[in-house]
């Protein structure tokens, strides 16, 4: 429905909103999360999670219709020549896929997965480390919708996801190098800035791309979304891992990994970009 707006304004604006309103969420769940917790047990963060869950359906069949739906989501798509694997062979499709939204995705398990084991390890508990979470979640509502603007009117959008992924690494990097309870804390922040305007900007990257639009945006976004779950799955191993063999060794190889993968998508991308002034030049 986003990626379908007429203008580039309009898609922006809808990823931006999109993504802080998913980290508002996340917000409100961690910190109900963590008072049902501490007021009445891991137990019952299950049952009040499934009350929520009966709510959202309950609201998603009566204001979810035909009669309210907007139209861009009527929309079809025409069917184009373009396959599948066609293009996922695209270089700059196997760019944004593997060299960084999946390393991406993966590194983003120091918050989802590392940081609770890690915090406890530290002496933090389960409340303290809501907080971080939540300052987490702060920092990509307040900063992503101004950032991802600000960062967009000047910058192209895969130099602004580049400088998402640098921060990214350098945090893991940093974390490798210093493990404390302010070096968690800094990273934590640092990954929040880096994801304060990644998440939007990726959606935008990605379906604006010609070879995108010439699939069919939906099925270019069911894609993305496809690889960001596997990715999300593998986080789990990765961080495990690396507490088994060594956060200072494996959080090093993660990043320094990490930026030579994103040195890549730059390539890539700039080899499109030259590729392309020579055609106009022909033409």
């Not at 963590?34 to 009966?54: D, E, M, N, Q």
């Not at 060299?99 to 933090?124: A, N, R």
């Not at 979470?133 to 000047?154: A, H, R, W």
């Not at 900007?201 to 945006?217: A, C, D, H, M, R």
């Amino acid at each position: 429905m986003v990626a379908m707006q007429p203008d580039e304004e309009s898609v922006t604006q809808g990823f931006t909103m999109s993504s802080a309103g998913t980290n508002a969420g996340m917000i409100v769940g961690v910190a109900l999360g963590a008072t049902v917790i501490t007021s009445l047990g891991y137990r019952w963060v299950y049952v009040v999670s499934a009350f929520i869950l009966l709510i959202l359906l309950v609201t998603a069949i009566l204001f979810y219709n035909k009669n309210n739906v907007p139209d861009a989501m009527n929309y079809v798509e025409a069917n184009s020549d373009m396959s599948f694997f066609h293009f996922v062979r695209n270089k700059r499709v196997i760019g944004y896929i593997f060299f960084l939204t999946v390393p991406y995705f993966i590194c983003i398990g120091f918050i989802d997965f590392f940081l609770p084991l890690e915090g406890k390890s530290q002496g933090l508990n389960e409340e303290t480390i809501s907080y971080i979470i939540i300052i987490f979640g702060l920092i990509s509502i307040y900063l992503g919708p101004v950032l991802t603007k600000k960062l967009l009117s000047v910058l192209h959008s895969y130099i602004v996801l580049i400088i998402s992924a640098v921060v990214m690494s350098t945090a893991i990097i940093y974390y490798g190098l210093i493990q404390s309870v302010f070096a968690l804390v800094f990273a934590c922040v640092a990954i929040a800035f880096a994801d304060s305007f990644f998440q939007s900007v990726q959606n935008i990257y990605f379906t604006q791309l010609p070879e995108s639009i010439k699939y069919g945006q939906s099925s270019t976004l069911a894609l993305s979304n496809v690889v960001i779950g596997i990715a999300q799955m593998g986080q789990a191993y990765i961080f495990a891992f690396a507490m088994f063999f060594g956060i200072r060794k494996t959080f090093l190889i993660i990043g320094i990994c990490f930026l030579v993968l994103t040195a890549i998508f730059l390539i890539l991308n700039l080899e499109n970009k030259d590729c392309n002034k020579i055609k106009n030049m022909n033409h």
